[in-house]
């Protein structure tokens, strides 16, 4: 939901992903909250979903992407759904907490909003969260000249707003900052997941072993197996008004 993947990009999704969802819902959520069913909207291979079970009794993550759902990663609290566009295929009032982790920015509408409304028990909270590796440094370091990443209209900051708020509440809204270490091989990854970046440095590196080819890049850059990352993250909390 949130970016445009494929077989390819998606396997690399799958391989990596920053383990910041937890920290940013730690952020909000106090430790003991404990709800009884949650819902991750977009979850992708499911590492959200997983993250917002440190607060559920079971969690339930759907997507719109089947190639992320194929590679979900299997969790006995936690199950997955291909959704179709704005529809969620629930009973109303079934959910205590709904988060969206990256996902809302190109699924944003007033249907799906109002099925977020229909399917919530009432008061119950939701959570849109997201975070954006700053990446630009890397890419001007590798000689690559990203247009995407250079022009990127995607908002990690979106939220509900401008649209029929009659039914739910905010609560807080606020944007933070993260260091956190990466392993070359998993910086990789990072990079070839998302498929504009993909294109940029496939073009660059050549089409074949690209993963192999970027590590190289990566560690030859940078001297060493690992190095340091900062993302900027985003959260904006909501309560149901039912």
Same mark, same amino acid.
């Given at each position: 939901?949130?970016?445009?993947? @494929?077989? *390819?990009?998606?396997?690399?999704?799958?391989?990596?992903?920053?383990?910041?969802?937890?920290?940013?819902?730690?952020?909000?959520?106090?430790?003991?909250?404990?709800? !009884?069913?949650?819902?991750?909207?977009?979850?992708?291979t499911?590492?959200?979903?997983?993250?917002?079970?440190?607060?559920?009794e079971?969690?339930?993550? $759907? @997507?719109?992407?089947?190639?992320?759902?194929?590679?979900?990663? *299997?969790?006995?609290? $936690?199950?997955?759904?291909?959704?179709?566009?704005n529809?969620? @295929?629930?009973?109303?009032?079934?959910? @205590?907490?709904?988060?969206f982790?990256?996902?809302?920015?190109?699924a944003?509408?007033?249907?799906?909003?109002?099925? $977020?409304?229909?399917?919530?028990?009432?008061?119950?909270?939701?959570i849109?969260y997201?975070?954006?590796?700053?990446?630009?440094?890397?890419?001007? =370091?590798?000689?690559?000249?990203?247009?995407?990443? !250079?022009?990127?209209?995607?908002?990690?900051?979106?939220?509900?707003?401008?649209?029929?708020? !009659?039914?739910i509440?905010?609560?807080?809204?606020?944007?933070?900052?993260?260091?956190?270490d990466?392993?070359?091989?998993?910086?990789?990854?990072?990079?070839?997941?998302?498929?504009?970046?993909?294109?940029?440095?496939?073009?660059?590196?050549?089409k074949?072993? $690209?993963?192999?080819?970027?590590?190289?890049? =990566?560690?030859?850059?940078?001297g060493?197996?690992?190095?340091? =990352?900062?993302?900027?993250?985003?959260?904006t909390?909501?309560?149901a008004?039912?």
């Amino acid at each position: 939901m949130a970016k445009e993947y @494929d077989s *390819i990009t998606a396997r690399h999704y799958a391989a990596y992903r920053p383990s910041l969802h937890s920290q940013i819902l730690k952020s909000y959520l106090n430790v003991d909250d404990k709800f !009884n069913y949650g819902l991750d909207i977009g979850c992708g291979t499911g590492q959200s979903a997983i993250s917002l079970f440190d607060h559920c009794e079971k969690v339930v993550g $759907v @997507d719109t992407s089947k190639e992320m759902i194929e590679k979900s990663i *299997i969790h006995t609290g $936690v199950t997955y759904q291909i959704m179709q566009t704005n529809i969620l @295929d629930f009973d109303n009032d079934s959910f @205590d907490i709904i988060t969206f982790a990256g996902s809302l920015f190109y699924a944003k509408s007033q249907k799906l909003l109002d099925e $977020v409304i229909r399917v919530s028990k009432p008061i119950a909270t939701i959570i849109l969260y997201d975070f954006e590796v700053l990446m630009k440094d890397t890419f001007t =370091l590798l000689g690559i000249n990203n247009t995407a990443v !250079n022009n990127d209209v995607y908002d990690h900051q979106t939220n509900f707003s401008g649209l029929d708020l !009659n039914s739910i509440a905010i609560n807080k809204s606020y944007r933070e900052s993260i260091i956190f270490d990466i392993k070359i091989s998993d910086m990789a990854h990072l990079l070839l997941s998302a498929k504009d970046n993909y294109t940029s440095i496939a073009t660059v590196l050549g089409k074949e072993n $690209v993963y192999e080819h970027l590590k190289w890049e =990566l560690r030859n850059k940078l001297g060493s197996d690992t190095t340091t =990352l900062k993302a900027n993250t985003y959260l904006t909390a909501y309560t149901a008004i039912k």
